[in-house]
């Protein structure tokens, strides 16, 4: 099982971005989807979840400009970012609740893809 993020770059506060993170492999089934971020020098945090019925849970310093979504039919979960903050620059990682084919449940991470929001 591998997730792939991807969509990160450079960005001006006030604009958008959307990232995305495909999961792919041998998955019988994919539960909450989610993403995490880590600043420099600081730990990674959570910033948006969504479980496989649709339930979303944001960390309070981007409810109301970043929207997690997702596809079930293509393991795919998307974060859409508005009006982006400076403060927002880190590297993103998608995170996935997967229980693989004749393998274990478990907690599977993408690579990470980087986003600097400039002033």
């Known amino acids: 099982v591998q997730l792939q993020a991807f969509g990160g770059g450079l960005v001006q506060a006030g604009g958008f971005l959307r990232l995305s993170c495909a999961a792919s492999?041998?998955?019988?089934?994919?539960?909450?989807m989610g993403w995490y971020r880590q600043a420099p020098g600081k730990p990674r945090e959570l910033v948006a979840v969504?479980?496989?019925?649709?339930?979303?849970a944001y960390a309070d310093s981007v409810k109301g400009r970043f929207t997690i979504s997702r596809d079930n039919t293509k393991a795919t979960v998307h974060l859409q970012m508005n009006s982006p903050k400076p403060d927002d620059t880190a590297v993103y990682y998608c995170n996935a609740d997967v229980t693989p084919i004749r393998a274990k449940r478990d907690w599977y991470w993408g690579q990470g893809t980087e986003l600097t929001v400039s002033s």
């Open positions: 492999g041998t998955i019988f089934s994919i539960g909450a």
């Open positions: 969504s479980s496989s019925g649709g339930s979303t």
